[in-house]
C-alpha cells in the first residue's frame, strides 16, 4: 500500500525518490491535462516538467498529498493559459475560450476528476491489441476525423471503424464490471470538460 504520508515528509526533506514518486503518480494525468488546452505534446510536456521543478522549489509548503494534488494541476492550469495568451496571435484562440479555461476552484477540481476518469481510461487503451487502442486514442480522446487517422495509420476507414466499435464494446464490458455505465463515461467525457 502506498504511504502518500510518508512520501510527503520524503518530499518536504529534499529527498528526490519523493519527487520522482510523486512524478509517477501525477505526470501522466497532467500531461493529457495540459495537452487538452494546448493541443501540443511538446509543449505540455514542458509545462508538466516546469510545474514539478516549482513543485520542487517550493517542497517545505506541503503537508498532503491532497495539497501537491490540488498545487499540480493549478500550476498545469495557469501555466496553459500563459502559454495560450503569448500564442494568441499565432493560434487565433477567440477571447470567450481563454475565459472558459479561467476557472473557479470548483471546476478545478470537476478538472481533476475528469482527468482522473481518462487516466483510468487510458490504462484500459493499453490493454487493449495495439491497433484497437491507436485508433480509439486518435479518434475519441483526440477528436481526429476518420481521413487523419487513415493517413497517420495507413489504414482504411472501413478499419477504423471496425476497431474503434471492438474498442467501444471491449471498454464497455470493462467498466461495467468497475460499475461505471457506458452512459455516464460520455458524460464525464463529452459534458465536463464544457464545464
Known amino acids: 500500500m502506498i504511504d502518500f504520508d510518508r512520501e510527503v515528509t520524503n ?10 514518486f510523486f512524478m509517477d503518480q501525477y505526470s501522466h494525468a497532467l500531461h493529457f491535462h495540459a495537452y487538452k488546452f ?6 505540455a510536456r514542458e509545462i508538466v516538467s516546469d510545474a514539478f521543478v516549482k513543485l520542487w522549489e517550493r517542497r517545505l509548503n506541503f503537508d498532503s498529498e491532497e495539497r501537491i494534488k490540488s498545487f499540480l494541476y493549478l ?20 477571447e470567450e475560450f481563454l475565459v472558459g479555461l479561467e476557472s473557479t476552484e470548483e471546476n478545478i477540481l470537476t478538472k481533476i476528476i475528469y482527468t ?4 483510468l481510461i487510458v490504462k484500459e487503451i493499453e490493454k487493449l491489441p495495439k491497433q484497437q487502442g491507436q485508433i480509439f486514442q486518435l479518434s475519441v480522446l483526440e477528436g481526429k476525423e476518420t481521413e487523419e487517422i487513415c493517413e497517420e495509420l495507413g489504414t482504411t476507414a472501413s478499419n477504423v471503424y471496425f476497431s ?11 467498466f461495467k464490471h468497475k460499475n461505471i455505465s457506458y452512459y455516464q463515461l460520455s458524460l464525464l467525457l463529452f459534458i465536463i470538460p464544457e464545464l
Open 11 to 20: 518530499l518536504q526533506q529534499g529527498q528526490e525518490s519523493a519527487l520522482c
Open 38 to 43: 494546448v493541443k501540443n505534446k511538446d509543449v
Open 75 to 94: 500550476v498545469t492550469r495557469n501555466e496553459c493559459l500563459d502559454y495560450l495568451k503569448q500564442s494568441r496571435n499565432k493560434y487565433q484562440h477567440d
Open 116 to 119: 482522473e476518469l481518462i487516466e
Open 164 to 174: 474503434r466499435s471492438k474498442a467501444i464494446s471491449t471498454l464497455k464490458k470493462v
